[in-house]
C-alpha cells in the first residue's frame, strides 16, 4: 500500500493505485472510544487504568493546515491523539516518537474520510521530520518537547467509475449512494460496502466475503475508482442450536426461546431476534447468538448460544414526590429464575400520599388519609411460544384520593404477546371486589373484566425519548354481578418526538390522550373506573383527580358531608401535553411545557371547560434515565389546586 504519509514526495504521476486502501481504512480510522487489537497488542484502549509514567516526557504540539481550511482542522483536530492528549506527560523520547507515529496514521485516515486521498502529513519534533528519525532517537526533555504537525491536505476526490459484483454478477450501487462524481469519503466507501455485505447477508447467505478490492487514486482528474469482487455463498439453513453457559437456566428452555427453528433459512434478523429475546428473560448478565463458521455434515448451519447468568434474587426501594400528591415510598424482593425456566416473582410493598392534602386542604399527617398497596406478579415466559409470556397477579390495596375511599381485592391472569420489535398485545381476565364510599355513600361491587391493550412503541429509548411515536388502545369490557351492570371503558394514548439537531440538543414532544365508558350511566361505573384529569401524568399544576365533574358543594341530607364539593368523575376524558426539551449541555436540559384536559359527564366532552396548566422543568441526564423536576402553575385554580406543583421523578414527563 502507498499511503501518501508524510514523505515530502509531490505526486506528479497520473494516477496513484491504492492496493487494499478500504481495507486500511478499517483499522486506521480514528476511532479514540475503541480499541483494536493486534498480533495479541490493544491500541487505542481508552478504559485501560491510568498507570504511573516512567520518565515523564512533556511537549507543546502545534498544528498546520496548508492551504486553510477551518472544518478540515477540526476534525484533524478531534483525530490528534498528540492534541487531545497534549496536557498528558508520555514516556520517554520513544514514547513521544511512537505516540507521533501513530498519529501520522491517524490523521492520514482523516484525510481520507474527506476524500484527500493524495494529501501530505508531515510531524515535526525539535525541527527533524519523524519519517527521518531513528526508533531510539532522543530529545532534549528538560522542558517542553516542540511537536510540530504539518498537513497538506491536496485535493478532494470524487468517485470514478464504481464496479461492485457477485460471482461476476454486477450490482447497481445507486441504492448505495455510490455514483460517478458522487462523495469519495472512506466511511462513505466502508459504509456502502458493509450495507452491500448485509444485504446479501439477508438473503440467506453468511459466508459473504468480498475476494478482491482495488481502489485507484487518478491525481490528474482527481478521481476514485473503486471495484471490489465478492463471493456471496450460497443461502443456508439453520440447524440445532448449542447452549453454553447456562447453570440454574434449563439449556433447552433456552434454545426454546431464541426462536431459531431447524430448516429455515439463514438470516442475521432472526439472530438477533433470538438474542433480544434471550436479554429480555432478564436472567442474564451478557447473551451472544452466533452461526458456526461453516456447516455440518448435513448441510444445515449450527447455531451457537453463550449466556451468562445474572444474580437471581434482587430486592428494592424507591420514592416519589409531588407538592400535590404528596410522597410515596415502596420497597420490592423478586426472583428472577423461580423455578429453572426465568419465572419472574416480584413481591411489592407501596405507602404513598404521605402529607398530601386532604379533601378539606388540611396537609397534617392522617395516617388514616395514607394510601396502602401490596402486590404479588408472577410471569412465565414462553407460554404460547417464545413471543408471548403469561403474567398473573393478587393485589390488596387502600388509597383515599381525593373523589372516593377505596378498598380492593383483585386477581388478574393473561398473556403479553410480542407481534414485532414494535407491537405487542396483552389479553387478561381480571376478577375484582372493591369497596367505595364517596358522596353518595359505600357501594361494594363484585367486577369480572377483559382488559386487553396494543402498544406501538416506536421510540428510540423508553426513558429518553427523542425520535418516533408512542401509541397505546386500552378496552376493557366489564361486568358487575351485584348491580347486573355491564359497561365498556376504552382509551387511546399517543405520543411523538422529533429531534431538530444532531446532538438532540433541541427535541419537541407531544402527547393526546382520549378515552370513554360505553353502556352505563355514569353513576353507575365504580368511581376508580370513571375518567378525572390532573396530576403528575396528566394535567400538571392541578390536584390529582380535580380536573372533573363535581358532586355539589354543599352537602344535600342523607349525604357523607366529607365529600362534599369532590370530583363525582366522568364519562370521557381529553388530555394533551406540549414541551420544548432543550439541551443547555450535554447532561442537562431545560424544558418548558403545557398542558391541557377535561372529564366530562358526556361521552362527547365539552371543550369549553379545558383546563391548561404550565410550567418549565429541568432534566438531569444519567444513564438509567433523566432525572425530573418540573414545577407547574394552574392557569384556572378549582377548590382543592394549590397555586402551583412540584414534581420530581426518573424519565422524562412521558
Known sequence: MR?????????HRASLVIAGLIAAFAWIAPQPARAFELFGMKFFDSDQEDEAVLEPVNYKVTL????????????????????????KPVSGSLGLLSKARNDRKRLVAALYESAHYDGLVNIFIEGRDIADLAPDATFDTSGSVPVQIIVQPGQTYTLGSIDISANGVPIDPAPYELSSGGNANSDHLLDAEAHVLQDLRNEGRPFVAVTSRDVTADAATGRLDYRIAISPGDPEPFGLTWVEGAKAVDPGFIA???GIKPGSTFSPEMLDAARQRLVKLGVFSSVSVTPASATADDGTLPVQIEVAERKFHYFGVGGTYSSTEGAGFKAYWGDRNLFGRAENLRLEANVSRIGASDRNDDTNFDPGEIDYDVSAVFKKPGVLGPDSVYVGSVEALIEHPLAYDRESLAATSGVQYELSKTQTVEVSLRGEYEKLTDYLGTDEFYLLSLPTTYTFDGRDDKLNP??????????????????SVAFVKARGDISGYVSFTDSDRFILAGRLAYGAIFGADRLDVPNDRRFYAGGGGSVRGYAFQS?????????????????????SGGLSLFEASAEARIGVTE???IVPFVDAGLASDDIVPDFSDLKL?????????????PVRVDVAFPLDRGPHDDSFGIYAGIGQAF
Open 547 to 567: 380536573i372533573s365533574p363535581y358532586f355539589p358543594a354543599e352537602a344535600e341530607p342523607g349525604r357523607d358531608s366529607e365529600f362534599e364539593d369532590t370530583p
Open 466 to 483: 427523542t425520535e418516533g411515536v408512542f401509541a397505546k388502545v386500552y378496552v376493557e369490557p366489564t361486568y358487575d354481578f351485584n348491580s
Open 256 to 258: 426454546y426461546m431464541a
Open 587 to 589: 447532561k442537562i436540559q
Open 613 to 625: 396548566g404550565v410550567g418549565v422543568g429541568a432534566r438531569y441526564l444519567t444513564s438509567f434515565g
Open 64 to 87: 498546520d493546515v496548508d492551504p486553510a481550511d477551518k472544518d478540515l482542522r477540526k476534525k484533524l483536530e478531534a483525530a490528534s491523539l498528540l492534541v487531545a492528549d497534549e496536557e
Open 3 to 11: 499511503a501518501c504519509e508524510s514523505h515530502s514526495t509531490s505526486f
